[in-house]
């Protein structure tokens, strides 16, 4: 039988995890090219023969999105396949629209051909959207689960932006190991408050790999909790799904691929920023959930913020840096430090397009939605140079850094600055606690510990 030439369409994360669990030794297809998107400087270059595998000795290139039509024609393509995420439905039938119309097939592929089972109980962490909460939702897991004595590790979805071979499996169990692996900000923003709080995160490109070296970790593990990125479903087959919706973005739940996906899987929904939430959206969030994930239990949830430094903020005139991926693809144009500029009362909020340089002026051209807020753009030692000038070069009083990480590790900044954190609590019942009880009973977690100990 001849086979199918394949492009995996992604944007160096779910299609790497596609290609490795079902193309990489399959004989019917033969993958022909992946193309990038979404993530600047990752096209140009090839996925090692390494990974690749014995069916790909040449490795395999990797193309800018832009040249899918032409690609798709020059190398006799049969199908592509749609391989990331946080993506409108009409752009993701966009994309489909470009591949028929050059004469090839559309295919997404689903859990059961993606997901690899753990011999270990599995928790799943998605979001309907980028900047949900996700994050603090998975440190809230993992901290009720170490009060039990449990020991959780977890692992978070790809961002490899580096050497693909050096980052093959990668663990992470201090603030120096970050250093060691040059992660990019939006690395750091995962990874740090987990090891800060002395959790070990695993992440990198093969993850079969990975849930092998998790299983067999010398620290132990009794848990293994997934941490999702964007909105994509879990490379791992959960024991517990939880899916994190956000009012801010009402009905996003049900427009965006795959977040509708992991909102129809999921056995428990948390709608979270119900503090700073209109009523009605939090309603048609509840509604949306109750409509497709009936079954699903439903918490609510504030997302708490604390301020370093209060005085910082009040009656002066303040940059707010919020998280990149929240703002660019995550299409928000506010985020915990905006939250903390009104709170606290600044004087203004400085815009900050009039001081932007290099790619951040053009992350400020592409995404014109963003406003008077810094994206907190890294993936790269020019990015970050470009970062710090913008910073510098604004006129404000100080700086809020509404990141999950420090910056000022990374950047040197010539103005007073106050880190926000957030923390995810849940309002009234039921909450995480029980359903992680549920969890720990069903899975004899308390028995085993008890041996352990």
């Known amino acids: 039988m001849e086979k199918k030439n394949i492009i995996i369409i992604g944007a160096a994360g779910r299609d790497f995890h596609n290609f490795n669990t079902y193309y990489r030794d399959n004989e019917e297809f033969n993958v022909v090219a992946f193309t990038a998107t979404q993530i600047p400087d990752i096209d140009g270059r090839k996925y090692p023969s390494e990974l690749a595998g014995k069916l790909y000795p040449e490795g395999i290139p990797i193309y800018s999105q832009d040249e899918l039509p032409e690609l798709i024609k020059e190398l006799d393509v049969d199908e592509c396949v749609f391989a990331y995420s946080d993506v409108h439905y009409e ?58 004595g449990i020991k959780v590790i977890a692992v978070r979805h790809p961002m490899p932006y580096g050497d693909l071979n050096a980052q093959r499996v990668q663990r992470f169990a201090t603030v120096e190991d970050l250093k060691e692996h040059k992660c990019t900000i939006e690395e750091m923003e995962e990874y740090e408050p987990h090891v800060e709080r002395g959790n070990i995160v695993y992440a990198g490109v093969d993850y079969a790999d990975i849930l092998e070296s998790v299983e067999n970790d010398p620290d132990g593990c009794d848990v293994i909790l997934w941490d999702g990125g964007n909105n994509d479903f879990s490379f791992y087959e959960p024991d517990l799904a939880v899916t994190v919706l956000d009012p801010h973005r009402p009905g996003h739940e049900l427009k965006y691929y795959p977040g509708e996906v992991t909102l129809r899987t999921t056995d428990v929904s948390i709608i979270n920023k119900i503090d700073s939430a209109e009523k009605t959206a939090i309603e048609i969030v509840e509604n949306n959930i109750k409509s497709v994930s009936p079954e699903s239990t439903i918490i609510k949830a504030e997302s708490t913020i604390t301020v370093d430094n209060p005085d910082i903020i009040k009656g002066k005139k303040v940059l707010i840096v919020e998280d990149g991926p929240t703002l660019t693809h995550g299409e928000m144009n506010i985020g915990a430090g905006t939250v903390a500029a009104e709170r606290l009362k600044a004087a203004e909020s400085v815009d900050p397009r009039s001081f932007a340089v290099g790619s951040i002026k053009k992350t400020f051209e592409k995404y014109i939605h963003i406003g008077n807020v810094l994206p907190a753009m890294g993936y790269g030692e020019q990015q970050l140079k470009d970062l710090e000038e913008t910073i510098n070069k604004t006129a404000c009083d100080a700086v809020i850094i509404g990141t999950p990480i420090d910056l000022t590790r990374v950047i040197k900044i010539n103005k007073p600055t106050t880190r926000v954190h957030y923390d995810l609590d849940e309002v009234g019942d039921p909450n995480l606690k029980d359903i992680l009880n549920d969890f720990v009973e069903k899975h004899g977690l308390k028995k085993e510990f008890a041996k352990q100990s």
């Open 91 to 148: 752009d993701v039938m966009s994309v489909s629209a470009i591949v028929n119309a050059a004469g090839a097939d559309f295919t997404l592929l689903g859990p059961k051909k993606t997901m690899i089972k753990s011999n270990k109980p599995v928790i799943s962490v998605c979001a309907v959207r980028t900047g949900t909460g996700k994050s603090q939702t998975s440190r809230k897991i993992i901290e009720t689960l170490l009060e039990q």
